[in-house]
């Protein structure tokens, strides 16, 4: 039977053998939300990038550049971190050039395992049906909060190791596995009020910017499945 295992932050992250595992990264407020709302809506390809230098290089060579830091539009950029920026219009048929505070740096932190795809409650669905498809062992990295632990972030994890382990394919034995799974089953059935909770969604709404947070924990908005592929992003069809 195939493992579930969770990591609560990148920086115990490399205290997890990869080796044949497939690791979904989680940044539900925002980067992976994003990243599967760009892909919804027609971006070809997206290049995570971990420096705020090689944004700029790339916004030099004439890329479209979505960059933020401490959840805020670098000057430099096209656009910010908000899904609602990113219609079929803006990015459609474009590569989109991406780098956040925490997200990207998950991302691109997992390059080694077998495989890295993008998690979100956006395509939790297609998530799961891939995990179940796949049949590897399975590491949920939170991109947290800069180092820290991230509710939301553990909040999926929860979810979906749950929904996992209750196809019977997948157990687990990991403590953080099991502590996400009991916060999921505390919050599940009044998402709304716990969410009051999260960190993050305090900081977004002293910039007028937590509009996104119903949106980002809407599950199933889309069956895209985001993979990392070399450098770079791309969507694969669910089966």
């Excluded at 891939?130 to 994890?157: N, P, Q, R, T």
């Excluded at 990392?228 to 791309?234: A, H, I, N, Q």
């Amino acid at each position: 039977m195939n493992q579930v295992e969770v990591a609560f932050s990148p920086t115990i992250f490399n205290h997890y053998d990869i080796d044949n595992k497939i690791v979904v990264v989680a940044d539900i407020l925002r980067a992976t939300s994003v990243i599967c709302t760009m892909f919804k809506n027609g971006v070809t390809e997206i290049i995570p990038v971990r420096n705020i230098e090689e944004a700029r290089a790339y916004k030099e060579k004439g890329y479209l550049v979505v960059a933020e830091r401490n959840g805020q539009k670098l000057d430099f950029a096209d656009f910010g971190n908000s899904p609602f920026y990113f219609t079929p219009e803006t990015i459609g048929g474009k590569i989109v050039v991406y780098s956040t505070t925490n997200g990207t740096n998950a991302i691109t932190m997992g390059k080694d395992a077998n495989q890295v795809i993008i998690g979100s409650f956006l395509n939790i669905s297609s998530v799961i049906n891939y995990l179940v498809d796949k049949s590897h062992d399975v590491l949920i990295m939170c991109a947290g909060w800069k180092g820290k632990f991230s509710l939301e972030d553990a909040l999926f994890a929860g979810a979906l190791s749950k929904a996992l382990i209750s196809t019977n394919k997948f157990s687990t034995i990991c403590d953080s596995a099991n502590a996400s799974m009991d916060l999921w089953n505390l919050a599940k059935d009044d998402l709304a009020n716990y969410l009051e909770k999260v960190a993050q969604r305090h900081r977004l709404k002293k910039m007028g910017l937590d509009d996104v947070i119903g949106y980002c924990f809407t599950p199933d908005v889309t069956d895209v499945l985001p993979v990392l592929v070399g450098d770079r992003l791309k969507a694969i069809s669910p089966k």
